[in-house]
């Protein structure tokens, strides 16, 4: 009972600390939670389910775009883009996924990099002319919520972390749920899967969807607190990044996932000095936590089942 | 009638003819088995059952319908489900969760069941629970339920995987190799769960090395050797049979 | 006409780089069943220890630039490969049993780490090769005039891959690596060491890498830190179009590869040029997973 009160007040202090910091960290905090949304939202295609997903920046791109095209040319207001922004990208994701998903372990890999590069150049080359080359795409206006403009990083403080907290909460029922465990199982053997009765193909695309989808809303997110956006934010590195804050925090786990975005985001702020060597920092840790702690630091915890009850 | 009815089934590999025009019938509530020297084709005939592999020729006929060219859970959600000759449980997941992935064919919540949890999702759960303790108990298993099932011994390994198949409340049971690894008390608690599966009402296909279990609990034999079935029949005829001793003793041979 | 063969000889040159690198993702792949990702930034680190070579070491004056480069060739294939060596060592070895994913992170986060320890080093900005150090005159060939350089790389390249093929095919080290390749339980069982012919296959490749680096720094004449990573990514498509595994799929797959990517760009267009490699990938993937020379195996259950 102890650690259930510690983990609330730890969780009021947080939604109370950007009245005694300052703007710079409270922007920290905002990146932090921005990177734990899209990371949590690979962790379904990663953690659960076991795919080397290298590429999860497309998505992010995708929804980030649809949402700074659509409301720089038609103001279309910018909460009303959440979910479009969403879709878009997973439809985006359905349609690269579908062709590839039965592709394993490293050739999964390297064609999820080619797509985060496809993206990336066709961004660049300012596709359909809609997406303003490397300049990207500038004018993106602030959410507009009853009346108030999100603007300060206060605003975005907690309009981030009160969606971080939702996604939150969907994704640990969702983790405690048929799909959930489904997905552990293609992770765990797909021929086993297969042979109790999953659909592995199709799991595979749903995970995909899905974080693509939440991926898309984080973009729009994204797009209105930088109201700038340009091909650069959506590397292949940022698709890396994603990537080791799942691994290294914990393949899987939620906790693992959040706790990864504040090592790999926010400790680096507290080194800056040393910001050149942050990266070799960074590989070495990747290198040493694979070999001592595979698992990463916090793994998903077991799933608890009421049975008792039934007994 | 025929439960499962497979007719001139054929597979390469390359060059190589691993399942050679194979027909052999599985009458509904009886135990076969499937035997033969190693290599002879026995897994590839279970594999292209459950259709992991398509076959090159033939058709197999399950409860009237063809499964060539069916996905493999279409095939689990038909009725037929199988433990492997290597085990190949989720390692990492609970005994208790191994269990219930058997019915996971017979669920319906998806993504926003899960998100959202309706009250049927919920009984739903609570059903998969119940199920997966039922059959559980049915082969015998009695140990912590929360801990991974690596850790479990080799004969509890080879139980769960049954478990787990019954949980998909299967028409048909394929055991590839029930007893591989197990001592002789196990083997013998073993014959008595193939026994008491079929008891209730379902169909039993098994590949097994040990004879002594093939011909204690078995009513039906079919033997392979090179891809070709050489021999069918009760155990005894399929005892006395030449070609069968022949391809045994050849086996030994080498 | 003019511009279709200028762009097949340098797509072949390309090729050839593409083809040297691809053969240590190849080869480690065929012994170690994992994308060495490291293995473009040891092509940088080829690059630049050409770049200290050149400007600290003044034997162009004496001995002529052609034995110079040899030598700096055989120096940097060298060095670069034991470095390699010190990388399987330290970050795959003690992964060898491990999860397939815990060494796919171990070996981007090894990339990340001679990537960025060569820009601390050398600083992050672009360096530029000593210019007058090469013959830069062209050659007349079918009445075009093609630059040596590009036909020296190209010459160079097939040498090489010549060489290792005839290494690997006729040599006992070779057989012991094609065993190793094959099943490492039963070559120790033959009595091959399987560290040691891990370390000589992690030796070849990134010798070959850090000589195909050492090239490309003569022909471009220009050097970033971040430069294998794209060079490493086209290098291991190749590999994959040739068939992973298979050593003279790595050549086809290059020189394949460098060929359809200097006539896109000059055809379809120069500003996607880079994603050219990936769509080629993906189509492979689709219709020939196994690659072209790749043997179709079917999954064991």
Known sequence: MNRKYLIWAICLIFFLSPLFLNAYWVDVLNNIGIYAILALSLNFILGDTGLFHMGHAAFFAVGAYTTAILNTMYHIPILFLIPFSGITAAIFAYLVARPIIHLRGDYLLIVTIGIVEIVRIALVNNIFGLTGGSNGIFGISRPHLFGLIIRRPTHFFYYIWIFLAVSVFLFHRLRNSRFGRALNYIKEDEVAAEGTGVDIAKYKLIAFVLGAFWAGMVGNIYASKMTIISPESFTFWESVIYFCIVILGGSGSITGV???????????ELFREFAQARMLVFGLAMIIMMIFRPQGILPPPPRKYNVDQIN | MALLHLKNLTKYFGGLTAVDNVSFDVNEGSIVGLIGPNGAGKTTVFNLITGHYVPDQGEIIFNGQNLVKKPTHIIVSLGIARTFQTIRLFKELSVLENAMSGYHCRMKAGIFAGMFKPRWQKREERQAIEIALKELKFVGLDVDLNQKSKNLSYGNQRLLEIARALASSPKLIILDEPAGGMNDQETRELVELIRNIRDRGITVLLIEHDMSLVMDVCEYIVVLDNGKKIAHGAPEEVRENKKVIEAYLGLDEE | MELFFQQLTNGLAIGGIYALIALGYTMVYGVLKLINFAHGDLFTLGAYIGFTLLTSM??????????????????????????????????????????????????????????????????????VYPHHILPNFTINLLGMKIPFMRIAMLLLSIILMIILYLFVQKTRIGTAIRATAIDHGAARLMGIDVNKIISVVFFIGPALGGAAGFMVGLYYGQLNFMMGWMYGLKAFIAAVIGGIGNIPGAMLGGLLLGVIEALGAAYISTSWKDAIAFFVLIIILIVRPTGILGERVADKI
Do not use: C, H, Q, W
Request: positive net charge; hydrophobic residues 60%; without cysteine.
């Open chain 3, 58 to 127: 003044n034997l162009i004056g004496k001995i002529g630039p052609l034995p110079t480069l040899f030598l700096f060739g055989i120096i940097i294939m060298g060095l670069v490969g034991i470095a390699g060596i010190v990388l399987e060592r330290i970050a795959y070895r003690p992964l060898r049993s491990a999860d397939r994913l815990a060494a796919v992170v171990s070996a981007l986060g090894a990339s990340i780490v001679i990537s960025n320890s060569i820009m601390l080093i050398y600083g992050a900005r672009f360096l």
């Open chain 1, 258 to 268: 959040i706790l990864g975005s504040f090592l790999l985001i926010g400790l680096p």
